[in-house]
C-alpha cells in the first residue's frame, strides 16, 4: 500500500513539474508577487510568486484596487459603486436622463469620471437615447449600465 501511495504522489508531482516547465511563463498572475519577483521566469520564482500573492491576499486588494500590475474591469457594470448606485436609485435616474439633467444624473457622471466640461455632451446624449438605455418597465440595473455604455462608446 505504501508504495502504492508513494508511486502516485510521485506521478503527480511529476506532472505538475512537467506541466509547468511548458507552461506560459506570466502565468502567476497580478499581486505583489508579480512584482517582487518580475523578468524571474523559472519555476521556483513562479512557484514563489503565486504563493506571495495568495499567501498575504494582496492579489485580491490589487484587483479590487487596479494596483499591484492588476487591472480594474473597463466595463461600467463591474464598476462597484457605479453598479450599486444604479441599481439603488432606478427611477430618479431614469427621471433625470429624461429631463437630461438632475442630481442623479450628475453623481452617474461622477461616478463614470466624466470631466466636468464633458457632462453636458453626455447629458444630452443619454437624453436623446432614453429609449435606448430604459427598454423596459423591467430593465434590470445591469442592462441600464450596459445600455449606458452602449449609449456613450457610440458616436
Not at 508513494?6 to 506570466?26: E, I, P, R
Request: include cysteine.
Amino acid at each position: 500500500m505504501k508504495k502504492v501511495a508513494f508511486f502516485a504522489v510521485a506521478v503527480v508531482v511529476g506532472m505538475v513539474f512537467v506541466g509547468a516547465s511548458f507552461a506560459d511563463q506570466n502565468n502567476t498572475g497580478c499581486g505583489l508577487g508579480s512584482i517582487v519577483f518580475e523578468g524571474k521566469e523559472g519555476l521556483v520564482s513562479q512557484t514563489c510568486a503565486a504563493t506571495f500573492n495568495g499567501t498575504f491576499g494582496n492579489q485580491t486588494f490589487g484587483i479590487t484596487t487596479g494596483t499591484s500590475n492588476c487591472k480594474q474591469h473597463e466595463t461600467l457594470w463591474a464598476n462597484e459603486r457605479l453598479n450599486t448606485f444604479v441599481a439603488d436609485n432606478m427611477d430618479n435616474l431614469a427621471r433625470d436622463i429624461a429631463k437630461g439633467k438632475g442630481e442623479y444624473l450628475n453623481t452617474l457622471a461622477v461616478l463614470m469620471e466624466v470631466p466636468h466640461a464633458e457632462r453636458a455632451d453626455l447629458y444630452a446624449k443619454l437624453q436623446n437615447n432614453f429609449y435606448r438605455i430604459y427598454t423596459s418597465d423591467n430593465v434590470s440595473h445591469i442592462d441600464i449600465l450596459k445600455n449606458i455604455e452602449a449609449v456613450v462608446s457610440s458616436s
